[in-house]
């Protein structure tokens, strides 16, 4: 992981653990780099209006008829099926090492679930401060790719890169400022699988940026995909290496950006998840 994954290059944490390009639009306003709300067409608008009344109502008249025409099921005890869209999983880990939950399961599901926490993770700032940084290289990585991160990390995060991002040197962010930088996965999907090591890739969605009345560098979101390679070691899925790639990324909703308050008021009252999966 290096600076130039956090805006641009490598594997390992960028742009909340990415690379690729980002187009940052600047808002009107010159009061708050959030305050400029998304322009749509109206064309567009009026064509989304036309194709949702279209599918309700194609809905309403299939529904008329499967109430006239269809029998009503006798009442079932069984349960209804789960939706194939429904979050899977068996309860959490319980065990956890410097915020990170370990002693996941030795199957695939617990290597998805380990590959998806460990994006949470490498994706936080706590990847900006050098102690906090090592304690999760040590808690994630196997032991022998862990040595051999630390010290090209140290030098990527280095005081003149932290300032760029308008941070000091220990990873803290101006008084008044917020430094936002998370990771937040949307799937997992199995790449390959044995006893001892996995394929795992992350489908995420992300945000890094600064958000405050002074920020030149405003809150944005970023969609990747974060694939680990995990090794059973010391009963537990650990990253032996990672890499990244952008997308996929859906098209940008109609929803206006928020002012700098209203940010960091949501980074501050919204905790992340300690448990991904």
């Known amino acids: 992981m290096s600076n130039d994954d956090q805006y641009g290059g490598g594997s390992g944490h960028a742009e ?6 980002t187009r940052t639009r600047l808002p009107d306003s010159p ?3 959030y305050g400029a709300p998304r322009r749509t067409s109206r064309s567009s608008r009026g064509l989304i209006t036309v194709v ?3 599918v309700l109502l194609i809905a ?5 008829n499967q109430s006239q025409d269809s029998p009503q099921d006798p009442p079932s005890d069984k349960p209804p ?6 979050p899977t999983g068996t ?5 956890k090492a410097a915020g990170i939950p370990r002693g996941f399961a030795h199957d695939e599901q617990g290597a998805q679930s380990a590959a998806a926490n460990y994006a949470v993770a490498l994706g936080s700032d706590a990847m900006f401060n050098k102690n906090t940084r090592h304690a999760l290289v040590d808690g994630i990585y196997a032991p022998q790719a862990a040595a051999a991160l630390k010290g090209p990390q140290d030098a990527a995060y280095s005081p003149a890169f932290l300032a760029r991002l308008g941070l000091d040197a220990n990873g ?3 008084q008044g400022s917020t430094f936002v930088t ?3 996965p949307i799937g997992t999907r199995v790449e390959g699988y044995t006893p001892t090591s996995a394929k795992i890739a992350v489908w995420y969605t992300g945000m890094i940026g600064m958000s405050g009345e002074k920020s030149t560098d405003p809150v944005r979101t970023t969609w990747k995909t974060w694939t680990f390679e995990l090794s059973w070691v010391a009963d537990d899925w650990k990253v032996v290496d990672d890499t990244q790639q952008d997308g996929p990324a859906p098209v940008p909703g109609d929803v206006p950006v928020s002012t700098s308050d209203d940010m960091s008021k949501a980074i501050k009252e919204f905790g992340g998840f300690t448990y991904a999966r």
């Open 52 to 54: 949702g009344v279209v």
């Open 182 to 184: 998370r990771t937040v």
């Open 31 to 33: 009061s708050d780099p």
């Open 60 to 64: 309403a008249i299939a529904f008329a």
């Open 172 to 174: 803290a962010p101006p």
């Open 81 to 86: 099926a789960a939706d194939a869209t429904a």
């Open 91 to 95: 309860a959490p880990v319980t065990g």
């Open 16 to 21: 909340v653990g990415g690379t690729g390009q």
